[in-house]
């Protein structure tokens, strides 16, 4: 969940680790703060609680020294609250040692007490001065940085990425991974570390994710590899696809419009290359095989969050063209639960940074009792597809606004390309359907373009409904998964209280809600071919309007129906209904955000939350 970087090099360290953390803010964070050695062979470090202006105004006042070699990092609290002292990097040995790190230490308490009676004090309440305490004293004892390091990180359990730096060895950062996400870029006379690529992506496009358990030592000419016991090790380097460009606002008020804007590109850029000539084929499916898709008894897809709901509405859309049976389940609670699972039951993961802890542990519990894994990501070389058995990259590009939308429509497309490419391996929609289906997809784009263009409508909307302290959501097939979207979206950006229903369940409870003015978002089902589902949708908003609800109705064009129940319809494209989740949510997303935006809130990073959480 935290944002970190680590440089050594000749650039101006201080701007390059400032930019690093700034590239990572969507990551989430109530702190912040860097340490450099500087060129006469002392740590200047500064540290803020706050936004990352607040460090920025920091060092216009007291900068931090110019040096070759430097640390940065931004942190979301675990243990302690979000002040200056327990912001990182935290000092050890005498203010000639800095260290940062993200995850947990969870046996911290331990080693605290260890470390109090060798005679150490601390000044936070954080696990992590307890490692950087830790690994000085161990520097002490052996009188090199990359031993003391190395018998730090066998010590400590949890879930880590720590980086350290030391005056005694200016030019060298030491680096481990356990659980946490870490990535190094390559430059020319110059290297980097981050918790993901966009730390350095506007200086290098060279990068490698850092393996389970490794240790790097970087210098600005070498990076060298060693697992926790000191073997060898090596990295695996890959291209990055986006420029830095890429994650700037470009004029937008928010990162998070912007997104919005590029939902249509986040589709056709997944379905791009894996629908040719009315047929669905996706190349990275062949590491599991056709013979294994035929044998598949049951597929569970694990996730959180909004990347749950993408499940949700994949099932619909894999049970009904590939047959096969699918359980959605939430990252979290899975391992727990002891599920049943097989050799033909495929496990399949959605994660947008692909370091999603709660998913990762589902994915490796999985491998362990013996099914394949698959999963969906948005991330190059995140943990979660290196721990699968194949992976279906989205390409909806670096997602920074911390609340999903470009990439759930990415998350969407990238499953029903799994379901259409199931079906044509077990043989269970002909070729024509299967080609129907297929055009149905890469007409979604040019689809989302048209519901972009009701954004004043929805801005106009949520403007009258500032004030609205609680909105409800309603949906049937495929539509109850984007009711669960429409709402968690609306908690995240506007902080009221938002809840999904299934349409059907209201008779069962949640009717009772209802009362004079309240708020309902519908999202009507076509009356073109889904008759049935469609009637009975109706029938809700008669019997909640009936009760004083006020309707929003989310309809296709030319649904008469619709129009004497609701006080305002919102127009989407026509479109097959199991293709109408992605028409739907554009609005919902739409609509939360400029409700925020009516509040005066800041729709890319609400408050408490972390784009990618990297925790249990």
Known sequence: MCGIVGYV???GTVDVLISGLKRQEYRGYDSAGIAVITHDGHISSAKKAGKLQALVDELAVRPVAAGATGIGHTRWATHGAPIDANAHPHLADGGKLALIHNGIIENYAEIRDEMLAAGHEFVSETDTEVAAVLVGHLVNSTGDLRTAFAQAV???????????LHVDEPGLIVAARHNSPLIVGFGDGENFLGSDVAAFVAHTHRAAAVGQDQIVALTADSVTVTDFAGNPASLEEFEVAWDASASDKGGWPSFMAKEISENPDAVANTTRGRVVDGSVTIPELTELG????RGVSRIIVVACGTASYAGLVGAYAIEQWARIPVDVQLSHEFRYREPVISADTLVVSISQSGETMDTLMAVKYASEHGAKTLSICNTQGATIPRESDAVIYTHAGPEVAVASTKAFVAQITALYLLGLHAARVRGTLDATELARNAAELEAIPAKLEQVLLTGSTVAQLAKWMSDTPAVLFLGRHV?????LEGALKLKELAYIHAEG?????????PIALIDHGQ????????????EVIHAKVISNIQEIRARGARIIAIAEQ??????PYADEV??????DPLFEPFLAVLPLQMFAMELAHAKGLDVDQPRNLAKSVTVE
Do not use: C, M, W
């Open 9 to 11: 090099g000749d650039k």
């Open 154 to 164: 066998n010590r400590l359990q949890g879930a880590f990425t720590l980086l350290a």
């Open 290 to 293: 056709d013979d294994y898709l």
């Open 479 to 483: 539509g109850f998964p984007i009711a």
């Open 501 to 509: 229903f299934a349409a059907g369940e209201l008779k069962h409870g």
């Open 519 to 530: 708020p309902v978002f519908v999202i009507v089902p076509s009356p073109r071919k889904s």
């Open 558 to 563: 030319g649904d008469a129906a619709v129009l």
């Open 570 to 575: 919102i127009q989407i494209p026509l479109a």
